[in-house]
């Protein structure tokens, strides 16, 4: 089947993950934490950071997660916090510091600037917010690539449910089997997977290993930079 429709993961796959979160990461832990070091550094290991590698596990809450279900591993080590109340401060610290340390992948605006041109529709759906996709995204000149955005609060569920990726089929107007799913861990490919896209790609500039991804993938490439050649090859 002929591909027509690319949707993407955001970080981890037009962002480079480590460049973009981990100062927004360390930023919220120590802001809920109120200063606190210690119990920052304790929230950052809950979310799957390890120190000595100064890196996040692929499938740990901070690399798959949305801001409510990063809130709900932590709350319960902040008990001066309510949890709507740490959910909203949480995305509050994302969307601003998201947008002050994102880093795009290689090559982002003439890669997604070739693939529109070729006649592709174009998707983001993320475990950011709505508002996130347009502070970490805006800075790079390709929001208006794209013909669907949806983060995890747009009403359209949330990783690894399949529900973005029907909602972008509807949005383009496409089936779901001329529709890629590219990501950087496994909830994008499972998302892929479930929603019965022709295509589910995953990519290394995020957090999944090549060895994980590759249990799901149809393809696993460096680099989004990579998917035109891939395309021509089918």
């Known amino acids: ?41 304790r929230l950052l290991h809950l979310g799957g950071y390890d120190p000595e590698t100064d890196t996040i596990a692929g499938n740990a809450v901070l690399a798959v997660g949305n801001t409510i279900e990063i809130a709900s591993a932590w709350h319960p080590h902040l008990p001066a916090w309510d949890l709507p109340a740490l959910i909203e ?14 880093v795009p992948v290689p090559d982002l605006a003439p890669t997604l600037t070739r693939l529109k041109d070729r006649g592709l529709k174009l998707g983001v759906a993320t475990s950011d917010s709505h508002v996130g996709i347009e502070t970490t995204l805006g800075a790079f000149g390709i929001l208006g690539l794209f013909d669907f955005l949806a983060g995890y609060d747009t009403g359209h569920g949330t990783k690894p449910a399949p529900d973005m990726v029907h909602a972008f ?66």
């Open 89 to 102: 401060t949480i995305d509050a610290i994302f969307q601003e510091q998201g947008g002050v340390s994102a």
């Open 1 to 41: 089947m002929t591909i027509r429709g690319i949707l993407f993961d955001k970080d981890g796959t037009l962002l480079d993950y480590a460049a973009t979160w981990m100062p927004a990461n360390r930023h919220a832990a120590l802001a809920v934490a109120a200063g606190n070091a210690d119990l920052a550094k």
């Open 169 to 234: 089929c509807a949005a383009a107007d496409l089936p779901a089997d001329e529709v890629a799913m590219v990501g950087d861990n496994l909830h994008d490919l499972i998302m892929g997977r479930a929603a019965g896209a022709g295509l589910v790609v995953g990519v290394l500039t995020g957090t999944g290993a090549r060895a994980d991804l590759a249990t799901l993938a149809d393809h696993v490439l460096d680099s989004i930079a990579d998917l035109e050649t891939l395309l021509d090859q089918r």
